[in-house]
Structures are given as C-alpha cells and as structure tokens.
C-alpha cells in the first residue's frame, strides 16, 4: 500500500470554456488563470454560470467547447475519479452508516493508504477543522456545522492540489457562516491548497478570497482583488452587486479630464476605466460625508428621506439633485446631526468617484 499523497498546489487554467444546454448557453467563453495556491471565489447571481463552471473543472459536466488545464496540462478527457481534486459541497454528503473517522479516512482507504498512516492523517485533518477526538461519533450526533466541518476534513485529508467548494456554508445560519469563514480561511493557509469557491455571498467573497471573478449571465464581468473590485469595480453590474453605491449620472468628455458634467455641475472625479460619454460616478456610502448648508467644501445639497442604525453604523437614505436615491453610511463617533427631512451638502474625496460606462 501507498503512504504517498499529493501536497503541492496545482494551477487551474480555464480556455474559452463553454457549455451549451440546447441553444441556452450557461457559460461562456471564460478565460481565466487560477494560480498555484489561490483561494479563487465564483461570485455571482442564481443562474450566473459560477457553479457551472466548477462543475466543468471537477469533470461533472462536459464542456460545449474549450478546456480545463491542471498545471498546464489538459484534463478534459480525464474522468472526474482520477483528476484528484477535493470536492465540498452544501449538502454535506457524509455516509451515515460511518463513523466520522471512517468517513474522513474514506478517500485514503480508497487511495490504498495504510491504516496506521491513515488513523494519523484523520487525527490531523479532525484537529485541523477542530474536532478533536470526534471520529468515534456518528454523523447524526453533530449538529449541521460540525456536519460540515466533517465534510471540510474528508475533503483536505489527502492533501488535494485543488479543493472545490460549491457553496459549503449556505445551509447555515449567518452565526455559524461567519464562524467557519474565518476556519476556511486558516485551513486554506494552514495546507496551502488551490481552494476555487463558488458562493452568492458578495460579504463571503469579500472575507475569504486572494481574488474574485464575478460572474454576469454565464460571463465573467471583472477579476480581481477583493479591494480592487470594490474600490475600482470596471461595470455598474459588478459596482451593484459588490455592495452598496450612490451613482451620479451624466457624462465625461475626455478619459483624461476627470469631470463628470451633471446638469448645470461639474464633478470632480476619478476614471480609471477611461470613460468617455454617458457615464456614472460611483461612490461607496461609507466614503460620503454630510456637511451643513453653505459649507464650501460641499458638492450637492441633498435631502436625508430615511435613517436606519445597525449599531456599528447609521445609514441615512438619501435624495440626490436629479431625484434619484442614495446611501450615505456614518460611523456613529463620526455621525452628523442630520435627521430625516433634513437638507445637507454631500462631499467625498475625488478618489472615491469612481466613473462607469453609463449603460450596463
């Protein structure tokens, strides 16, 4: 028997990779370089192409056309069983008739490890998600996040080069989700494995991820850092799905002069994306500040319509010039005195203008 098992990370190559169900394309044509080691998330709505896609790297789904590369190499061809991935689900999938040692040490029994070598890597894997001295139990003595957290271990016991998770945490409540992100995150430092993610939780991607694709209508839309795609969203789709914005419409004649023209106003603003003509400013609601009526610095005179306290911060609801809506967000040692019915000059740092094609 082989005590042998994979420890390095592999790399994840996507090459115009499609699938078609009939005429319905479900992804289309994505490119993408997963590195070696990466915590890679799918993020997107229902029906966005996220799981799809994963589905077409773990060979679950044969693709339309393109490939899937594994450190370079093609696996379109190679059966799921022997591509050697780790695979999480939301359902926990767990043998009830096993104990919870047995269900870990399943994919090493199946590999032909030894059975002393296996008792100590599911001691290892149990300890690594924290459950230390539970593999005598059954499944059906756990509770759904100590369930999940047994499927975590089957999952990374030998070491795959790449663990897919197919949003593992969505079937628990916000308490426990916010518990095992923070031990997704350390396991995947702690093994240093390929982790491609799949969830709709803008939050759970933001926290967990070196990077995010944010999946559109079976596209992705943008790639990149959980700060840049917040900070620097490319679309209004990704601004919209990444959190909450106030949008100021109108339109910017150069890429090189950072001025939005609204109505009669002149913005100051930042154009990364080198917008031209009818465009969008963004602007997050925490990097908004509400100043009293005549102060210089203020840009827009606004009028405060709600105000909703979460504890950690005020959110007051806006109305903008043109009658659109906003969002302006205040810590509460930094909360203005403004109330609802309230009018008030909204300002922000020319940085925090962020500027978007004007059409989605």
């Given at each position: 028997?082989?005590?042998e098992?994979?420890?390095a990370p592999?790399?994840v190559?996507?090459?115009g990779?499609t699938?078609?169900y009939?005429e319905?394309?479900?992804?289309?044509?994505?490119?993408l370089?997963?590195?070696?080691?990466e915590?890679?998330?799918?993020?997107?709505?229902?029906?966005s192409?996220k799981?799809?896609?994963l589905n077409?790297?773990a060979g679950?789904?044969?693709?339309?056309?393109g490939?899937?590369?594994?450190d370079?190499?093609?696996v379109r061809a190679?059966p799921?069983?022997k591509r050697g991935m780790?695979?999480?689900f939301q359902?926990?999938a767990?043998?009830?008739?096993l104990s919870?040692g047995d269900?870990?040490?399943?994919?090493?029994k199946r590999?032909?490890?030894?059975?002393?070598?296996?008792?100590?890597?599911?001691?290892?894997?149990l300890?690594?998600?924290?459950l230390d001295?539970?593999?005598?139990r059954?499944p059906q003595?756990?509770s759904?996040?100590?369930q999940q957290?047994?499927?975590?271990?089957?999952?990374?016991?030998?070491r795959p080069?790449?663990?897919?998770?197919?949003?593992p945490l969505?079937?628990?409540?916000?308490?426990?989700r916010?518990?095992?992100?923070?031990?997704i995150r350390?396991?995947?430092?702690?093994v240093?494995?390929t982790?491609?993610y799949?969830?709709?939780?803008q939050?759970?991607?933001?926290?967990?991820?070196?990077?995010?694709?944010?999946?559109?209508?079976?596209?992705?839309?943008q790639?990149g850092?959980p700060?840049?795609?917040y900070?620097?969203p490319?679309?209004?789709?990704?601004?919209?799905f990444?959190?909450?914005?106030?949008l100021?419409?109108?339109?910017v004649?150069?890429p090189?002069l950072?001025?939005?023209r609204?109505g009669?106003?002149?913005i100051?603003?930042?154009?990364?994306?080198?917008?031209?003509?009818?465009?969008?400013a963004?602007?997050?609601p925490e990097?908004?500040?509400?100043?009293p009526?005549g102060?210089?610095?203020?840009v827009?005179?606004?009028?405060?319509q709600s105000e909703?306290?979460?504890?950690?911060v005020r959110?007051?609801?806006?109305?903008?010039?043109?009658?659109?809506?906003?969002?302006?967000?205040?810590?509460?040692?930094?909360?203005?005195t403004?109330v609802?019915g309230?009018s008030a000059l909204l300002a922000?740092?020319?940085a925090?203008?962020?500027?978007?094609p004007g059409?989605?």
């Amino acid at each position: 028997m082989s005590d042998e098992l994979t420890l390095a990370p592999s790399s994840v190559g996507l090459q115009g990779l499609t699938k078609n169900y009939g005429e319905t394309p479900a992804v289309r044509d994505v490119d993408l370089d997963i590195w070696a080691g990466e915590f890679m998330t799918f993020l997107g709505p229902s029906g966005s192409g996220k799981t799809t896609t994963l589905n077409m790297i773990a060979g679950f789904v044969e693709p339309t056309n393109g490939d899937v590369l594994i450190d370079g190499q093609s696996v379109r061809a190679v059966p799921t069983h022997k591509r050697g991935m780790g695979m999480v689900f939301q359902g926990y999938a767990l043998f009830p008739h096993l104990s919870v040692g047995d269900n870990v040490g399943f994919p090493l029994k199946r590999r032909g490890i030894a059975k002393k070598k296996r008792r100590q890597l599911v001691e290892e894997a149990l300890g690594t998600v924290e459950l230390d001295g539970f593999a005598d139990r059954s499944p059906q003595e756990l509770s759904g996040g100590q369930q999940q957290r047994v499927s975590l271990a089957r999952a990374i016991v030998y070491r795959p080069p790449v663990l897919l998770m197919d949003d593992p945490l969505g079937a628990l409540d916000k308490r426990l989700r916010d518990a095992l992100q923070e031990e997704i995150r350390a396991i995947h430092r702690q093994v240093g494995t390929t982790f491609v993610y799949v969830t709709h939780d803008q939050e759970e991607a933001l926290s967990l991820s070196d990077r995010i694709a944010v999946y559109n209508h079976g596209g992705i839309e943008q790639v990149g850092t959980p700060r840049d795609l917040y900070d620097r969203p490319a679309t209004l789709f990704v601004a919209r799905f990444l959190g909450e914005s106030t949008l100021l419409c109108g339109v910017v004649d150069t890429p090189d002069l950072s001025v939005l023209r609204t109505g009669s106003r002149r913005i100051p603003v930042t154009n990364p994306n080198k917008v031209t003509g009818a465009a969008i400013a963004m602007i997050r609601p925490e990097r908004l500040r509400l100043l009293p009526l005549g102060d210089p610095t203020g840009v827009l005179e606004i009028r405060v319509q709600s105000e909703t306290y979460l504890g950690h911060v005020r959110k007051l609801g806006i109305s903008l010039p043109d009658g659109t809506a906003g969002v302006v967000s205040e810590s509460p040692g930094l909360a203005s005195t403004v109330v609802p019915g309230d009018s008030a000059l909204l300002a922000w740092d020319v940085a925090d203008a962020v500027v978007l094609p004007g059409e989605e």
